[in-house]
């Protein structure tokens, strides 16, 4: 049997993936557990997300799928802060007899609460039509990433990564985490690029540790269990209450979408998008920096590298009219949201010169409005400026935001192979 879980908790606390590690161990008194646990990512931008719009699956193999159904709808309810408005938890059971029907449709339905937005009535309307067993809670949207999860276990066919999650004891929770920070570069040391995103060596901040509430202690990133379990051996923590190793749809962006142009554009989805710089970026009140694409179409798009991405704004404060982008990430509010940016061509870039004297070399001086320029030590003269071409402090290739500002979803450049650009990985 497949469960999927998702929307059970708040900013005050919980974490659907602590549920889903609990009931890893909890379910073991009714199956076995098959394959490993998911922790899917789906569409970023969903305003309706507590933090990383995360959702679990689990499969089970079990001779009591009603007592995993009780067990499991009466750790939800008991569980989910359903005191929030925003809690509206949802679980949905696929036994194994319905697998292969299933299958096409929650797929396809994963691969688009990835990139898309679903209505709450879609959800419940396929839960129906495949006649599944599900629990909405409250106005039933955790039905949505409940589904799309299921869909994930039954189609594994997707570019996955680990998450090894550890989580505290309950009398911690709430209090200040203690992990050591040097122990996390330490293991970063050993490990990266195995796992990414455990430390931002750049701004010196811890990134896997998080400030909410929640039960999570940390979690380590990394293409392999090896890795990131290499890496958990070396931190050194408060005592942890459990963990739990998840395979994950993180780091893989698969919520982008290739866009033909602008027109193609709706808001709350996430793209990689061709196009020519044609203002260079401004940066308004709060340190967020802003320029203007041009597609080929001549439609054009803001696109916004926002204060948290820090060091990343330096790229785009160098980038020139004229420059050939591709830049990924989403749109909300008619701009997107840089995540990375590849830089396929610079414009060539010149500054107006004084002309050189042809006989010194040395710059001549004005020789009065409108009257062209001279040398007197040479007694030469010229009529016009000169365009003297300027190197470009940026070169063509990819580069992102720093650690301490990815998407869960975004794929680090120390994952990218490309043969044809340069990569930059922030680290
Ligand atoms: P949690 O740890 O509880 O999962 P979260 O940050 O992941 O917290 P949720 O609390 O799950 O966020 O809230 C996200 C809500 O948005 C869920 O109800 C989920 O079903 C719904 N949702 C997810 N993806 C989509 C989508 N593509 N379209 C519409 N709704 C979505």
Not at 108 to 130: C, Q, T
Not at 330 to 352: P, Q, R, Y
Request: charged residues 25%.
């Amino acid at each position: 049997m497949i469960i999927g879980i998702d929307d059970t908790d708040s900013r005050e606390g919980m974490c659907t993936t602590y549920l889903g590690a609990l009931l890893m161990e909890e379910l073991c008194a009714f199956g076995s557990p098959l394959g490993e646990p998911l922790l899917i990512r789906l569409n970023p931008t969903i305003p309706y997300k507590t933090r990383g719009n995360a959702a679990v699956a689990l499969c089970f193999e079990s001779d009591e799928p009603e007592k995993i159904i009780g067990h499991v709808v009466s750790r939800v309810s008991s569980m989910s802060r359903m005191e929030c408005e925003n809690t509206n938890p949802g679980v949905v059971f696929i036994r194994e007899v319905d697998f292969k029907e299933a299958k096409p449709q929650l797929s396809e339905f994963f691969i688009r609460a990835v990139k898309d937005v679903i209505s709450i009535d879609e959800a419940r309307a396929l839960a129906e039509s495949l006649g599944l067993a599900f629990r909405a809670f409250k106005n039933g949207r955790g039905l949505i990433g409940a589904l799309a999860a299921c869909g994930a276990m039954l189609n594994q066919d997707w570019e996955h990564t680990y998450e090894f999650l550890t989580y505290r004891k309950d009398e911690a929770c709430g209090t200040k985490r203690l992990v050591d920070n040097e122990s996390l570069f330490g293991a970063d040391s050993e490990t990266y690029p195995e796992t990414w995103d455990s430390v931002d060596r750049f701004n010196e901040l811890v990134v896997c540790v998080p400030r909410s509430p929640d039960p999570v202690l940390y979690g380590i990133r990394g293409d392999t269990r090896e890795a990131v379990e290499k890496a958990v051996a070396m931190v050194r923590s408060e005592e942890i209450e459990r963990s739990c190793i998840y395979r994950t749809n993180q780091g893989t962006d698969m919520h982008l979408i290739r866009a033909g142009g602008v027109d193609d554009i709706l808001e709350m989805h996430s793209y990689m998008l061709e196009g020519t710089v044609v203002s260079p970026a401004v940066t308004i009140r709060g340190g967020h920096s802003i320029f203007i694409l041009e597609d080929d179409a001549g439609r054009t798009i803001d696109c916004a590298a926002f204060e948290p991405t820090k060091n990343f704004r330096e790229v785009v404060r160098r980038l020139v009219p004229g420059d050939r982008v591709v830049v990924y990430g989403s749109v909300t509010e008619d701009t997107l949201n840089i995540e990375k940016i590849c830089i396929l061509s610079l414009a060539d870039v010149s500054e107006e010169r004084n002309p050189a004297c042809p006989s010194c070399g040395k710059r001549m001086k004005s020789a009065g409005s409108g009257q062209g320029y001279r040398c007197r030590r040479c007694a030469t003269s010229a009529a016009e400026t000169e365009l003297v071409p300027l190197e470009r402090d940026l070169g063509p290739g990819f580069y992102e935001v720093p650690p301490c500002a990815r998407r869960h979803l975004a794929k680090p450049l120390v994952r990218f192979r490309c043969p044809e650009f340069p990569v930059f990985p922030g680290r």
